[in-house]
C-alpha cells in the first residue's frame, strides 16, 4: 500500500542500543499495527494503536515500546536491542471500514 | 493465544497445475484475509472474506471461507510462475481487528 511508508528499510545495530522504528501513513487510518516476521513463527503481532496515544500490546510486546503522537505517525521503539529482536518489522493500518489491514514495505533489522 | 494453521508450507508444482492451499483453526474469525508477499516486500491484500460459506473469486484465484468461519481456502487454477510467492492467511478478531497470522505456504511455480 503505498499509503505507508517505514524508515529506514535496513538497519544494523549492536546489542544494547535504542533502536526506533518509523511508520508513516496518509490513508487516514484509526488503527494501526506493527508486527514483526521471523521464519518459522509468519507475523506476530507486537503493539497496535486505537488513536492518538492511545496503544495497547500484542503478542510479543517485551522488549519493545510504541507512540502515537499523531495519527499519521506511529513509532516503535527498541529500548535496549537484543539479538532476538533481529527481524523483519511491518507496519500496518487498518481500513476504517472494513477489517483489512494495508501493511508498508518492511525495516529489516539486524541486531549484533 | 489463537492459532492459524496454514497447509502445505512448501509447494513446488508445473505451471499448469491446480493447487489448493488451506488454512485452519479452533477459532472463530469476524474475517479472514489472504496475502500474498514476494521477497524484500510488505504483504499485499488478495481478499478478505467476512461471511460463513462466502466465496470469492479473483481471476484464477478462489478462496472460500469455512460455514463455521474458523477455517478457509485457496485454490488457484492454471499455475503461472508469475503465482510464485507466499502466500499469508490471517484471521481477524476482536474490536481492534488484530490479525493472527498462519505461517505460510511457499509456492514456487515451475515452466
Known amino acids: 500500500d503505498a499509503g505507508i511508508t517505514q524508515s529506514p528499510r535496513h538497519k544494523v545495530t549492536e546489542t544494547g542500543t535504542p533502536v526506533t522504528l518509523r511508520c508513516h501513513q496518509t490513508?487516514?487510518?484509526?488503527?494501526m499495527y506493527w508486527y514483526r516476521q521471523d521464519p518459522g513463527h509468519g507475523l506476530r503481532l507486537i503493539h497496535y494503536?486505537?488513536?492518538?496515544?492511545?496503544?495497547d500490546k500484542g503478542e510479543v510486546s517485551d522488549g519493545y515500546s510504541v507512540s502515537r503522537s499523531k495519527t499519521e505517525d506511529f513509532l516503535l521503539t527498541l529500548e535496549s536491542a537484543t539479538s532476538s529482536q533481529t527481524s523483519v518489522y511491518f507496519c500496518?493500518?487498518?481500513?476504517?471500514?472494513?477489517?483489512?489491514?494495508?501493511f508498508g514495505p518492511g525495516t529489516r533489522l539486524t541486531v549484533l | 493465544t489463537q492459532l492459524l494453521e496454514q497447509s502445505p508450507q512448501f509447494l513446488s508444482i508445473q505451471e499448469g497445475e491446480n493447487l489448493t492451499v488451506y488454512c485452519n483453526s479452533s477459532?472463530?474469525?469476524?474475517?479472514l484475509q489472504w496475502y500474498r508477499q514476494e521477497p524484500g516486500e510488505g504483504p499485499v491484500l488478495l481478499v478478505t472474506?467476512?461471511?460463513?460459506?462466502e466465496v470469492k473469486k479473483l481471476k484464477r484465484l478462489t478462496f472460500q471461507f469455512g460455514d463455521a468461519r474458523k477455517d478457509s481456502s485457496l485454490h488457484i487454477t492454471a499455475a503461472q510462475p508469475g503465482d510464485t510467492g507466499l502466500y499469508l492467511c490471517?484471521?481477524?478478531?476482536?474490536?481492534?481487528?488484530?490479525?493472527?497470522f498462519g505461517t505460510g505456504t511457499r509456492l514456487q511455480v515451475m515452466l
Open positions: 500496518a493500518g487498518k481500513d476504517r471500514n472494513t477489517d483489512t489491514q494495508y
Open positions: 490513508e487516514n487510518h484509526r488503527y
Open positions: 494503536s486505537y488513536g492518538v496515544k492511545d496503544t
Open positions: 477459532s472463530v474469525f469476524s474475517s
Open positions: 472474506v467476512v461471511t460463513g460459506g
Open positions: 490471517a484471521g481477524s478478531t476482536g474490536t481492534a481487528s488484530k490479525l493472527t
